[in-house]
């Protein structure tokens, strides 16, 4: 598979194009002769990567959940290989979800997925000052270099002036390298700016947005 977001004289590579398995052509079963079908080994691959890859709660998450304007603005997202995707909403309206739904999709693709909350990240980089095996430049380097990385909940932290420096190198990194983002947040771009900071708030507002409205899910539930 053409490697993701590889930049070109012609621009960013899509990435919907798929590594179709030989044995079942990516529909998932393979044929045994006289025996009908199986599921197809590579399907277990695909649920094994992510089970590795996503909390328990999302390992079924599934882009059908969402309604069409928002499926299809995810499809285009996909197709055209654009580097940033930014999903906002008040808490419990399904944010995490589609971020987890959109990394099933990237996998099933073929491609490697960093999913990681923002808390995730700042504590990584902590915890290496003091781990003299893994310095802070070897965990920002996973965030830089991930294929895809999904950046949940934003916002969440202490909001010191380190997480801001962390977050935002993290995504002028990536920006820079044409390497696509998701970031999901509560907040708005503008509230992102008055509460975080104003260059990662102009970073993500370059981004691709999807706003998700309504009520608390899991309230509702």
């Known amino acids: 598979m053409t490697e993701m977001m ?50 328990p709660r999302y390992w079924d998450a599934t882009l059908s959940a969402f309604p069409k304007p928002s499926i299809e603005i995810v499809e285009k997202w996909l197709e055209q290989g654009t580097e940033g995707l930014l ?15 959109i990394a099933r999709a990237a ?3 073929d491609i490697p997925v960093l999913f990681r909350r923002a808390s995730e990240l700042y504590a990584e980089i902590r915890d290496s000052f003091n781990n003299t095996g893994t310095t802070e430049r070897d965990v920002m380097w996973r965030y830089f270099n991930s294929r895809l ?29 044409l390497r696509p983002t998701i970031v999901t947040t509560n907040w708005s771009v503008q509230e992102i700016g008055e509460r975080l900071d104003e260059r990662i708030a102009s970073r993500l507002a370059s981004y691709r947005l ?7 899910r899991r309230v509702r539930k």
Not at 17 to 33: D, F, H, I, M, Q
Not at 47 to 55: A, D, E, G, K, R
Not at 210 to 216: E, M, P, V, Y
Request: aromatic content about 4%; charged content about 25%.
């Open 6 to 55: 590889r930049s070109t004289s012609k621009g960013p590579t899509p990435w919907s194009a798929r590594n179709e398995c030989t044995r079942c052509a990516g529909s998932g079963w393979e044929s045994v002769g006289d025996r009908g079908v199986r599921r197809c080994s590579c399907r277990n691959i695909v649920q094994s990567q992510i089970h590795v890859t996503l909390p």
């Open 87 to 101: 999903l906002t909403g008040p808490v419990g309206t399904g944010k995490t979800y589609l971020a987890a739904a």
């Open 107 to 109: 996998i099933e693709a």
């Open 149 to 177: 990385l999904i950046l949940d909940d934003l916002g969440s932290g202490s909001l010191s002036d380190h997480e801001r420096r962390s977050t935002l190198d993290v995504l002028d990194e990536r920006w820079s390298q």
């Open 210 to 216: 999807i706003a998700l409205t309504g009520r608390d």
